[in-house]
């Protein structure tokens, strides 16, 4: 555009004297041919005349030359002092401020406008562009190149991308101005011209909005009946008193607490409340677990889902409710905020009380049974690396489906890894039965016999990446989830059709179990099968003297009824000399760690066997034995990828330690594995998460218990 003006505004010789020649030319090619036609005495006077001719033609192609240039000279002066008027009309009238700096960030020029904001007393001025801006010139002619801000996106370990992208906004007394860049280029140097808009008003009505956002979050009280048996005080008083907490934390911030059924409420707050609320991380929480009821010694817990998100109140409703099944899915005692995108935890500290299920298993079974009677077939997995606990329960649900399916368990398969030890080990009581004979398939296959009323039953794993084929996930439509974990801080991609998840439950073939019991099928268990399912229990409770409770031996009294007995499966729990000769090494590793904590590892240079992760496990369960330990974490590396399995008592909840490494579990057994690590590195992660929880966490769940 700047080279089109320039042609317009300027004149060309060239052309007149490109004229000129070729006339000139022409005429003495007339005169050399005159000779010959002319007679001589007459040839000077064609010659004169000729010389006259070209003078007349020089002189009037000059005289319009100079017409044009004299014009052309009068329109640029015209145009220079209207561009100048221009350019102070835009200094000083318009109200824009802007900026021309050069490439080494000297302030070359300002307007009227943010002369008055610096109090310049020039326009013409040499600062430098960073005393006033806090933009850095880097950024503005990066800004200038491409026409928008350059993004900086990072991406997590998980390939989510992070957008870093620094906003293009600086103070200038007390103001906030957005910056818009263009490029100068003038006698042959950049310059770059930058705008100031003033966005402070915006900002402000931006932020306001943000405040101002209604949030829904439904709250429930954990447990309460199940408690109410145990304290000296009525069940109603016990409401009240929790009921009078809640109204004070909701008025705190201008909430309004409804209930709207018994023990569960809704409430309606402002996104400012939330901000506040997870800045003191939900307090309510702590008020809530204080309460004393009678002289009991239990804690009184509530769980409470938090729908953060943009969109209408029916969505935000949703996200509420499905943060609050996470939240109870999770063991409760804590809130779980879901702003659409993620999920974020707080709390959970407590470890929740057995309580009595009978009735939920009652009715989840028959749900159950309902979906498996009614899919095209079933397909039944458990977690990769299959202990007898995820086998058992995976045996358990196809007894269920056969039943359900009148006896038929041709379209029934589970999904295994039929190499794993723990696998061969189970089989070989399975064999003697026909329906088991083609039940076991392995992920790849599975992925082949996907119909589209096909029902996947996800078994002893809640957590996407950790069942043993991920993919077949997405190819499933109808999912069932059946666990004892605590729910992973994970948004599924799939809605399940149902969801049965109690962490209070020592083993899933527990909470099996207890579905086949309480179901109209509860004498088709075979013996092997229970025997199967006890096998889990014993492995998950370390032979019944870790999270056992009164149902656990509720359940242990139904399998054995169906012909379950301990010699039956005795030697599922023997050790190889191989694995005690790793146990040897790993308790020569053993140290301690804040003077609670046991930590020890085995390290190895080549691929870990399974009977190295066992190993493993087993010494985390040694390491509890210790007196003074609460807490122990034993670690296998192979290759790149660190293992770390983690038991505590009833003091330092490992489910959270190890959900900060990206793993999970229960609040007394955890485990985690990083990838693409070192052992030194593992360790280092490791002990960064423990400092953080014992300075944290720890110390305030024992100002809580006080």
């Keep these: 555009m700047q080279n089109n003006r320039k042609k317009i505004y300027k004149t060309d010789l060239r052309s007149p004297l490109i004229a000129l020649a070729v006339i000139g030319l022409i005429l003495l090619l007339v005169v050399f041919l005159l000779p010959p036609v002319v007679p001589s005495n007459l040839l000077w006077y064609f010659d004169l005349a000729i010389g006259g001719i070209y003078l007349i033609l020089v002189g009037s192609i000059l005289l319009a030359y100079l017409r044009r240039y004299n014009r052309v000279v009068l329109a640029n002066d015209a145009a220079e002092l209207l561009t100048t008027e221009i350019g102070d009309m835009f200094r000083y009238v318009v109200d824009v401020p802007y900026a021309i700096v050069n490439e080494d960030g000297t302030v070359k020029m300002v307007s009227g406008a943010l002369q008055d904001i610096l109090k310049l007393r020039s326009p013409i001025c040499n600062i430098p562009f960073g005393s006033f801006c806090t933009v850095s010139m880097q950024e503005v002619i990066a800004y200038a190149q491409s026409g928008a801000p350059v993004k900086d996106i990072s991406y997590t370990e998980d390939g989510v991308p992070v957008d870093n992208t620094k906003p293009m906004i600086t103070e200038i007394d007390h103001r906030q101005y957005g910056l818009q860049c263009y490029i100068l280029r003038s006698r042959g ?30 709250i429930v009280i954990d447990s309460l009946q199940e408690l109410a048996q145990y304290i000296r005080v009525s069940h109603r008083t016990a409401v009240n008193e929790i009921e009078l907490r809640l109204k004070e934390w909701a008025a705190g911030f201008n909430g309004v607490l409804r209930e709207y059924e018994r023990e ?87 470890n929740t009380m057995y309580g009595s299920t009978t009735i939920a298993s009652r009715v989840n079974s028959m749900h159950l049974c309902k979906l498996m009677s009614e899919a095209d077939n079933v397909l039944i997995m458990g977690h990769r690396s299959p202990d007898y606990d995820s086998i058992g329960s995976c045996v358990g649900l196809a007894r269920l489906a056969i039943c359900a399916r009148n006896g038929d368990a041709s379209k029934i398969r589970i999904v295994i890894n039929r190499d794993h030890l723990n696998f061969r080990t189970c089989y070989d009581l399975l064999a003697n039965l ?141 050790e190889s000399m191989s694995t005690l000769f790793t146990a040897c090494d790993i308790d020569s590793r053993t140290r301690t760690y804040r003077d609670k904590i046991a930590l020890t590892w085995l390290s190895v240079d080549h691929a870990a066997t399974e009977e190295d992760n066992i190993a493993v496990a087993k010494a985390a369960d040694k390491l509890m034995t210790i007196s003074g330990i609460e807490a122990s974490f034993a670690i296998l590396r192979a290759d790149d990828t660190v293992t770390i399995s983690a038991r505590s008592r009833d003091k330092i909840n490992v489910q959270i330690i190890m959900q900060r490494l990206g793993g999970g579990g229960h609040f007394d057994m955890a485990g985690a594995r990083l990838t693409h690590t070192t052992l030194e590195a593992a360790c280092v992660q490791l002990k960064t998460v423990l400092d953080e929880y014992m300075d944290n966490d720890y110390e305030q769940e024992k100002a809580v218990k006080k």
């Design 189 to 218: 140097k950049d310059y770059y011209f930058v705008i100031f808009n003033d966005i402070t008003e915006l900002l402000y009505i931006r932020d306001r909005k943000y405040k101002e956002d209604p949030v829904v979050a439904y």
């Design 264 to 350: 569960k409420y809704l409430l309606m707050l402002t996104r400012e409340a939330l901000d506040q609320c997870i800045q003191n991380k939900f307090k309510i929480l702590e008020i809530v677990r204080s309460i004393q009821l009678g002289d009991n010694s239990f804690p009184v817990t509530i769980s409470m889902g938090v729908g953060a998100l943009q969109g209408s109140f029916e969505d935000k409703e949703r996200a509420a409710r499905d943060a609050l099944d996470i939240a109870l899915q999770k063991g409760g005692d804590q809130v779980i905020v879901n702003d659409g995108k993620s999920i974020t935890p707080y709390g959970g500290r407590v």
């Design 434 to 574: 026909p329906e088991y004979r083609f039940m076991f398939i392995s992920g790849e296959t599975a992925m082949d016999a996907v119909l589209p009323g096909t029902l996947l039953i996800m078994s002893d794993v809640n957590n996407v990446f950790n069942t043993e084929t991920p993919k077949l996930l997405k190819c499933v439509s109808n999912i069932v989830i059946i666990d004892h974990h605590r729910r992973q801080d994970q948004l599924y991609e799939f809605k399940p059709l149902m969801t049965y998840i109690r962490p209070a439950v020592a083993a899933a073939s527990e909470l099996v179990s207890e579905m086949l019991e309480y179901s109209p099928h509860r004498d088709a268990l075979l013996k092997e099968e229970a025997n199967l399912m006890l096998a889990g229990m014993m492995l998950d409770t370390k032979n019944f003297t870790q999270g056992a409770g009164m149902q656990t031996f509720s359940a242990v009294q139904y399998l054995h009824k169906r012909g379950a007995h301990a010699n039956a499966i005795r030697s599922f729990f023997t």
